[in-house]
């Protein structure tokens, strides 16, 4: 929930030395390493130590850990002093240095040590830490931001994953943030303005370096912005350019409705967020040219107007609240591999012991996306005389062969649907037990050393947390893989996409950022939940039903239908090959006459 400006070495460096790294002294206690970082965030960002204060005291120290560990990496990152080569080799090793000091519980770096201590007495996920100090890394060599979907991503890296791991720590001390999970769209939105708003208050600092932080497509909106601002100019098009982001910083962030029906502490916590960036907006909005030339700040009267109520609103509200500590027996989490193997060892598909192999599909025929209604699995068990719950777990060892044959026979994507919006329908125990099969299934990650990246398509409303977050670990934990997409439709309705879809869009219409004249099938796809997701060329469905059952109505418009027999657990690699042989076997016209 709590999202801190950017963290860069424009404000007073981590300490460092004996006393901070540790070389050559004595492991520090955590104790002291929390003090450690608590200096930290309160010397480098008053707000933000001023809004953790609003936590229930047990979790504050891991708050700060947190937080001084983003800074540390992105201290390295950003380093003035050293070449770029260089400061790559120190980041990896600082991340390196992390996953050996999990196994031993300690270090001899006074951050890491709290933030190890966090890690293991609240049994926080390391995912999430490492795809944030992955994006950090990216400012080694820095990509020009050319779309909003560019600064969303760096956005989203650095910010997102604080305010998870606060969520987490808030679940783990006995708060119930089951309706985080149905926000997430909406709070990501609200850590978007967020990180825009610290992007505007950096400005003056930001233009002495390249490339900007602004997108290039609200540059180009605005010409002669793009020239003007190195130089400091405040031209006609340098102020269009600041209004137009500060009026998309308003409406990301004053999201009134955002909090309520949540837990008193949270939604307290929340609006005070909201609050004191609204404020830095304010003063943004009015400092003119002088913010090409410093950062503008509300003054402390308006901070302490602000802050004040709020720490006597959320003290009331922990103390009604009954917060547990961290387990004394929580086991410590196995560190993550770095997004699967590294380069050139990812390991090859599993092939059938028959020695049948997959056939040879010219390039120019292959299907690029296949999707796959998976039917039939009650019915399966229900003809042996098994409950239906077995009929699901025989039909994750088919999934596992069809993937180890999509990857052998060069699928680029791959999609299953797994549970839609209308399997609620089915019995609650069927259903709780498929989660908790498919839960167990994720858990183990079974594809993440074949360089299988792992996406999760449908909405979290109902499912079970434990699901949502194993389904968003494997996401981070797989996001750079590059052998095969393979995305589960969990909790999926396909108008309920579209209808995201349509939502999505009208929000940036009345942010400003969209001409509603201008929008076209592609604007559109950018803005579904997963908008590089490619349509589909081959549709299949097991099971002997012929129909598509609301499944991806937006990317099959061209698919290819296939229909068969079989039911899903009955299914492997050789019937996934027939079928991608008959779809490469049809002419594909897309309303071309023929010739």
């Known amino acids: ?210 490339p900007l932080t602004i997108p290039a497509e609200v540059l180009d909106r605005f010409p002669g912005a793009a020239e003007d601002l190195p130089r400091r100019r405040w031209t006609m098009p340098v102020q269009g350019v600041l209004a137009h982001l500060v009026s998309m910083a308003r409406h990301w962030v004053d999201q009134p409705s955002l909090g309520v029906g949540w837990h008193p502490g949270p939604a307290i916590l929340l609006a005070t967020t909201r609050r004191v960036f609204l404020a830095r907006l304010d003063a943004i909005a009015a400092a003119g040219p002088g913010l090409l030339q410093a950062s503008p700040e509300p003054g402390r009267i ?86 239906r719950p077995e009929g699901h777990r025989a039909g994750i060892e088919a999934v596992h062969d069809v993937v180890h044959g999509a990857l052998e026979i060069g699928l680029s994507h791959l999609t299953l649907y797994a549970f839609s919006t209308e399997n609620w329908k089915r019995d609650v125990g069927e259903v709780t037990r498929l989660f908790a099969l498919l839960d167990e299934e994720l858990r183990s990650a079974p594809y993440l050393d074949h360089g299988v990246r792992l996406r999760w398509l449908g909405h979290p409303d109902r499912l079970p947390t434990e699901l949502v977050r194993t389904l968003q670990r494997n996401e981070t934990a797989s996001r750079d893989q590059r052998t095969l997409t393979l995305t589960l439709c969990v909790n999926y309705g396909g108008r309920a996409e579209i209808l995201h879809g349509a939502a999505a869009v009208a929000r940036s219409v009345l942010a400003g950022e969209l001409d509603p004249e201008q929008i076209t099938e592609g604007e559109f796809a950018r803005h579904l939940p997963l908008p590089d997701l490619p349509d589909v060329d081959l549709l299949w469905r097991t099971g002997a039903e012929q129909r598509t059952s609301n499944f991806l109505p937006w990317h099959s418009t061209y698919a290819e239908l296939f229909f068969t027999t079989s039911l899903w657990p009955d299914i492997d690699r050789r019937d996934l090959w027939a079928a991608v042989a008959e779809c490469a076997r049809r002419g594909r016209r897309y309303g071309a006459a023929t010739g």
């Open 302 to 387: 308006t901070r302490w107007r602000i802050l004040a109520p709020a720490r006597v609103r959320t003290a009331l509200a922990w103390k009604l609240t009954e917060l547990s500590g961290p387990p004394a027996a929580r086991l410590l989490p196995a560190p993550l591999p770095p997004a699967g193997p590294p380069p050139g060892q990812v390991l090859p598909p599993r092939l059938r012991a028959d020695g049948v192999r997959a056939p040879q599909i010219a390039a120019d025929r292959m299907p690029r996306h296949v999707a796959i209604i998976m039917d039939g699995n009650g019915r399966w068990a229900q003809q042996r005389g098994l409950p």
């Open 1 to 210: 929930m709590i999202a801190g400006r950017r963290l860069s070495p424009r404000t007073a460096p981590l300490p460092r030395g004996n006393d901070g790294r540790g070389d050559g002294a004595a492991r520090p206690g955590p104790e002291g390493a929390y003090r450690w970082c608590r200096r930290i965030v309160r010397e480098r960002d008053p707000a933000i130590y001023a809004l953790t204060a609003l936590m229930p005291r047990l979790l504050w120290p891991g708050c700060w850990a947190l937080w001084a560990a983003l800074a540390a990496v992105d201290d390295i990152a950003d380093s003035r002093t050293r070449q770029p080569t260089e400061r790559a080799v120190e980041l990896q090793a600082w991340v390196n240095a992390l996953d050996a000091e999990l196994a031993t519980e300690t270090s001899t770096d006074m951050v890491r040590r709290a933030l190890v201590d966090t890690i293991v007495r609240w049994g926080l996920d390391v995912a999430d830490l490492r795809a944030s100090f992955q994006v950090l890394a990216g400012d080694v060599h820095p990509a020009p931001l050319v779309t909003w979907d560019d600064w969303r991503a760096r956005s989203r890296g650095m910010d997102s994953a604080w305010a998870r791991q606060i969520l987490v720590l808030l679940d783990r001390a006995g708060v119930d943030m089951s309706f985080a999970l149905q926000h997430g769209e909406a709070i990501s939105r609200f850590l978007d303005g967020v990180q825009l708003i610290d992007d505007l208050a950096d400005l003056a600092e930001d233009l002495a370096q390249q």
